[in-house]
Antibody, heavy 116, light 107 residues
Framework: QVQLKESGPGLVQPSQTLSLTCTVS????????VHWVRQHSGKSLEWMGR???????SYNSAFTSRLSISRDTSKSQVFLKMNSLQTEDTGTYYC??????????WGQGVMVTVSS | DIQMTQSPASLSASLGETISIECLAS??????LAWYQQKPGKSPQLLIY???SLQAGVPSRFSGSGSGTQYSLKISSMQPEDEGDYFC?????????FGSGTKLEIK
């Protein structure tokens, strides 16, 4: 069955770089796009970016040059890298499979705290 | 960016009651709208896409409607398992944006 699972550090120091991995199963990254979405503890959801099935990427301009998404199709993994982290980047980070520009399967999420 | 204004922020309903949640887009989004349900400690689940298409496995008491800038999610006959947070999301333009959420509780 379709599964996505995020992994990465739970604590990152301010100004450092966040690196997260989304490992998928039950579908191919060359057939489906994968998105990254984050959620602040107050509820709001924010779309961060997308790894297209052809390897192209799209980003939310709110993250400008801080964000990078890549993949390793042989390992069925999508990676998120974001630098210059600040306290407002604290939240839960999800990867989600694309379905017609909506999100039909989500990972369990990984909680990231930015603090010294 | 397209702003999605969701209302109400919270809602309390009795079992069996019919409820509606609204989402107003800052510009027309041509029915490129989804609704998600999120339970505490869990990831969001897709309920409705394309404004009115029910995702596979979602109970038929959930329905969506709307056009242009105004959309709504209806739950006919509230059930205990319907408690949670609900979000709308537009996919008309990048960046995709979400509403601020509605917390639905049982009265």
């Amino acid at each position: 069955q379709v599964q996505l699972k995020e992994s990465g550090p739970g604590l990152v120091q301010p100004s450092q770089t966040l690196s997260l991995t989304c490992t998928v199963s039950g579908f191919s990254l060359t057939s489906y796009s994968v998105h990254w979405v984050r959620q602040h503890s107050g509820k709001s959801l924010e779309w961060m970016g997308r790894m297209w099935s052809d390897g192209d990427t799209s980003y939310n301009s709110a993250f400008t040059s801080r964000l990078s998404i890549s993949r390793d199709t042989s390992k069925s993994q999508v990676f998120l890298k974001m630098n210059s982290l600040q306290t407002e980047d604290t939240g839960t980070y999800y990867c989600a499979r694309n379905y017609d520009n909506y999100f039909d399967y989500w990972g369990q999420g990984v909680m990231v705290t930015v603090s010294s | 960016d397209i702003q999605m204004t969701q209302s109400p922020a919270s809602l309390s309903a009795s079992l069996g009651e019919t409820i509606s949640i609204e989402c107003l887009a800052s510009e027309g989004i041509s029915s490129y709208l989804a609704w998600y349900q999120q339970k505490p400690g869990k990831s969001p689940q897709l309920l409705i896409y394309g404004a009115n298409s029910l995702q596979a496995g979602v109970p038929s008491r959930f329905s969506g409607s709307g056009s242009g800038t105004q959309y709504s999610l209806k739950i006919s006959s509230m059930q205990p398992e319907d408690e949670g947070d609900y979000f709308c999301q537009q996919s008309y333009k990048f960046p995709f944006t979400f509403g601020s959420g509605t917390k639905l509780e049982i009265k």
